[in-house]
């Protein structure tokens, strides 16, 4: 059975930084392309980004480009957004996902999905 488990979420002020953590279990995590996904109130669920299994290639919406970095580390099971700079309208909560090998940003791509953890920016 699969499950993320993302934390690291929290209340923040605009320009401050968190680092979500996503713990895999259940799946071969070392094979899998991992993202990041927000969804904010009364909008649909948007790619943040993703990172490939072997870490070589990385992936950004240009929203967040230059502000948050994906990482992982195989060897913990383990992915991590850094986020930097943050801006309220970053304010969303925030799902990981795993999908087999290649990269994906669109939401339908990844068939496994953490609980979410919610971040919120103030200004």
């Known amino acids: 059975q699969v499950q993320l488990v993302e934390s690291g979420g929290g209340l923040v002020q605009a320009g401050g930084s968190l680092r979500l953590s996503c713990a895999a279990s259940?799946?071969?995590?070392?094979?899998?392309?991992m993202g990041w996904f927000r969804q904010a109130p009364g909008k649909e669920r948007e790619f943040v980004a993703a990172?490939?299994?072997?870490?070589?290639?990385?992936y950004y919406a240009d929203s967040v480009k230059g502000r948050f970095t994906i990482s992982r580390v195989n060897a913990e099971n383990t992915v991590y957004l850094q986020m930097n700079s943050l801006k309220p309208e970053d304010t969303a909560v925030y799902y990981c996902?795993?999908?087999?090998?290649?990269?994906?940003?669109?939401?339908?791509?990844?068939?496994?999905w953490g609980q979410g953890t919610q971040v919120t920016v103030s200004s």
């Open positions: 996902a795993a999908r087999w090998e290649t990269l994906g940003e669109h939401p339908n791509q990844y068939p496994y």
């Open positions: 990172i490939t299994w072997s870490r070589d290639i990385t």
């Open positions: 259940g799946l071969t995590f070392s094979r899998y392309a």
